[in-house]
């Protein structure tokens, strides 16, 4: 009888060098070598579209806020007042803006308001125009930020898929044209899914070694989430009722009850931390708190109602409606796929739009995700990833009222590592009929794992073996996470 199909995630270690006789073969750690090829690839990228990505009036908005950063040091100064800037929204990106200013030798004193019922002439010379070379800080910091996301998302599938998911997941966020026209713009949203993506991998290790200080990290993470775009907050209300639905769970005797019992007070307490750092890290809320919390939020929806009025077209009247959209954005306008194949077509003299796979493969590797979790159990890592990342995803098409471009960047990070689930799952099917040994064409040398330090073999099956803006169109084994 065959073994079943697993995925068999490990710290693989590849012996690169001749198949026969004595000479040395180098070894190679992939886990070490490809986040740090991916980095270096995106942070490539990024800044080669820094000085020809369009401009666009949002960027003014963060970089106009930049002082936000200096003036933490003055937090109950006038820029902390109730006023609309301040309040318009959270100030986090506005902090990273100035610290990248004052990281390259600027300063945090740059251009005016810009007025949106005026065009860019008029805001030119009303001083809302940033200076070149503000706008230009401000791109390369959000171009570092969108590489460090493509790590992040590397050493996530890494740890809950493999060595191919992972470098799968990294090369499609990394050349995907969404993920690099917003990592360089002047923007908040790649700061958004770098914390999205700390937060999947901090609450992966927690689940792998429940700890007081990863659930601290955990919920000061979402609580900086929540200072970026408000959204993230919100989930650590979903997580605390996890924790204790596990520990219901426990007391049946359905789930492990030793980690039930670890992973749920530390999931009920996260509410509770990402409140306490979202006001911290946020002056204008100290008087106030929850009104002016509230005010937030009532401002953000009251925003997202004129938008839908001011353009109409890109109007999102319901969930199913903002999953079509998504669709539509996700597999013609934005593809690593795609934009890949138009590009080689290109260069054959064929102009075509190309329909991407991405989304496809993404409904297969979140099948994958989904038998993970069944497998591993809902308090290992991948279920609690797993629920996390639904979280955010689910967050945005039920609150995407209007169709920006931007707001499906952290849609992306979600599409491309279930991505990597699904080329892990392909791969593994080569691997099991031989096929990926074709990969070692070059005569004479090979790559491979390192007998007794690779990914450990698959257990033969035993009886009972009790072994997841206006757009623009344009098994499974022991210590598994």
């Avoid at 004193?109 to 002439?121: I, K, M």
């Avoid at 898929?161 to 690099?180: F, M, N, Q, S, Y």
């Avoid at 993970?372 to 689910?394: C, D, E, K, N, Y």
């Amino acid at each position: 009888m065959s073994a079943p199909l697993m995925l068999r995630p490990g710290d693989d270690i590849w012996a690169i060098g001749r198949r026969h006789g004595s000479g040395r073969r180098l070894l190679v750690r992939p886990r070490v070598l490809f986040p740090v090829l991916l980095f270096l690839l995106s942070l490539t990228v990024n800044l080669a579209h820094v000085d020809v990505t369009e401009f666009h009036p949002d960027e003014t908005r963060w970089l106009n806020r930049a002082h936000y950063f200096t003036d933490l040091a003055d937090p109950f100064g006038p820029t902390w007042e109730d006023q609309y800037l301040t309040r318009g929204q959270p100030p986090l990106g506005s902090y990273l803006m100035g610290l990248g200013l004052l990281l390259q030798g600027r300063d945090t004193a740059t251009n005016g308001v810009w007025d949106f019922t005026y065009g860019v002439e008029w805001n030119t010379i009303s001083g809302a125009m940033p200076d070149p070379a503000d706008l230009d800080a401000g791109r390369r910091t959000n171009a570092v930020v969108g590489a460090i996301t493509v790590v992040l998302a590397y050493l996530i599938a890494a740890t809950l898929a493999g060595t191919v998911a992972a470098t799968a997941t990294g090369l499609l966020l990394a050349l995907h044209p969404l993920h690099i026209w917003i990592a360089s713009q002047a923007l908040s949203d790649q700061l958004l899914i770098l914390i999205v993506a700390s937060a999947l991998l901090t609450i992966i290790r927690l689940a792998e070694r429940p700890s007081r200080g990863k659930a601290l990290l955990l919920g000061i993470l979402l609580g900086l989430g929540g200072a970026t775009k408000l959204s993230p907050l919100l989930l650590s209300l979903p997580l605390a009722v996890y924790g204790v639905g596990l520990v219901v769970l426990a007391r049946r005797g359905l789930v492990d009850r030793d980690k039930a019992y670890a992973l749920g007070p530390l999931l009920f307490v996260q509410p509770v931390i990402a409140a306490v750092t979202f006001v911290v890290s946020y002056p204008y809320l100290w008087p106030r708190p929850i009104e002016r919390t509230w005010n937030l939020f009532q401002l953000r929806t009251q925003e997202m109602r004129e938008q839908a009025a001011a353009w109409p077209n890109i109007e999102i009247a319901n969930p199913g409606e903002a999953l079509l959209r998504v669709y539509d954005r996700l597999t013609w306008q934005f593809s690593t796929s795609g934009n890949l194949s138009e590009s080689v077509l290109g260069l054959v003299g064929i102009d075509a739009s190309v329909w991407g796979f991405e989304i496809p493969l993404a409904i297969i590797g979140a099948g994958v995700l989904v038998w993970l979790v069944w497998q591993r159990g809902l308090t290992s890592g991948t279920a609690l990833a797993a629920f996390l990342l639904a979280g955010q995803v689910g967050a945005i098409i039920v609150g995407m009222k209007v169709d920006f471009y931007r707001y499906h960047l952290p849609l992306v990070l979600g599409v491309t590592i279930l991505c990597g689930f699904g080329f892990q799952i392909i791969w593994q099917l080569l691997a099991d009929h031989g096929a990926v040994a074709l990969w070692n064409v070059i005569p004479g040398v090979s790559v491979a794992p390192v007998p007794g330090k690779a990914i450990q073999p698959r257990p033969t099956v035993q009886e009972d073996d009790g072994s997841t803006d206006p757009s623009i169109n344009r098994p499974i084994r022991s210590g598994t996470p």
